[in-house]
């Protein structure tokens, strides 16, 4: 019997003045870098290919607005001299039916320990398949 690997789950936040889902979608594929927190790090190296993530929109919007797929993982970051950073890359899947706002989190008891909640300033963030599950639910509603 075969065994397959569950994908992980996660929010990447990203300022759409700097670069939106959009601007993802345009492109067609892109690479997550410029990451200099130790946690938010740790979470990029442990991502893996397939992997989905929401696509945050942080600063303005406040909102999650579509899904995106890990498509190459484990990569050094471009624009670290050091070597030390990671990055991935990435692809949209889609865009979400309605946006889903903080301010929609917060007041849903069903997200309260969620870490895009509970660490605000992290820029990429694990959400359990739980979260994803409800997050979803309230995209359709």
Not at 80 to 89: F, N, Q, S, Y
Not at 99 to 119: C, F, H, N
Request: glycine share 6%; aromatic share 6%; hydrophobic share 40%.
């Amino acid at each position: 019997m075969r065994m397959t690997k569950i994908k992980s789950l996660w929010l990447m936040k990203s300022e759409p003045d700097v670069y939106s889902y959009d601007d993802l979608v345009a492109e067609g594929e892109g690479t997550w870098d410029g990451v200099r927190n130790h946690r938010a790090a740790n979470n990029l190296r442990a991502m893996q290919v397939g992997d989905l993530a929401f696509f945050y929109h942080s600063n303005i919007g406040l909102e999650i607005v579509g899904i995106v797929e890990i498509s190459q993982s484990g990569l050094p970051d471009p624009t670290d001299e050091t070597g030390r950073w990671a990055c991935v890359k990435v692809k949209p899947v889609r865009k979400l039916k309605r946006t889903v706002s903080l301010k929609q989190i917060k007041a849903d008891p069903a997200l309260a320990e969620m870490e895009l909640i509970r660490l605000s300033r992290l820029s990429v963030g694990v959400v359990l398949p739980n979260e994803w599950d409800h997050i979803l639910a309230l995209s359709e509603a």
